[in-house]
């Protein structure tokens, strides 16, 4: 079965770096948009008080997502791409490179499965 998109989450667990600056979270999304092939088309980061930040990079692809909690180590991210010329597990060193996790867990989602035993309009009800 064909799907429309990949959707990567990934779980990043005992972070050293970078999860409460705006500058490296920028960058991280910026340098994961290039490795995995995709475009950027807008980014939006919006920092926390005292502490974290959420960063957007919208990609003509769909998206990349960054939400850290450096309180706890952690790190959310997204990547939700769709097309054949992106391959979304290559923003992984580019993550483990700015955050230097000590552990990241990895799910994998097909996104809009297409089933081409059932009619598009079926689908639909």
Sequence with gaps: MESVG????LEMWDC???LNSV???????????EACGATLLEEMIHPFTPQG???VAVIS????????WPEHGYAAVDVFT???????????????????PGHVQIMEMKRGIVDSRVPARALAR
């Design 16 to 18: 050293e770096d970078g």
């Design 82 to 100: 769709c097309g054949k010329k992106v391959t979304p597990e290559d923003v992984l060193p580019v993550l483990r490179h700015y955050f230097r």
């Design 6 to 9: 990949r959707h990567l989450i």
């Design 53 to 55: 930040v959420t960063g």
């Design 61 to 68: 692809e769909s998206h990349i997502l960054i939400h850290t």
């Design 23 to 33: 500058e490296i979270v920028s960058r991280a999304l910026r340098e994961a948009t």
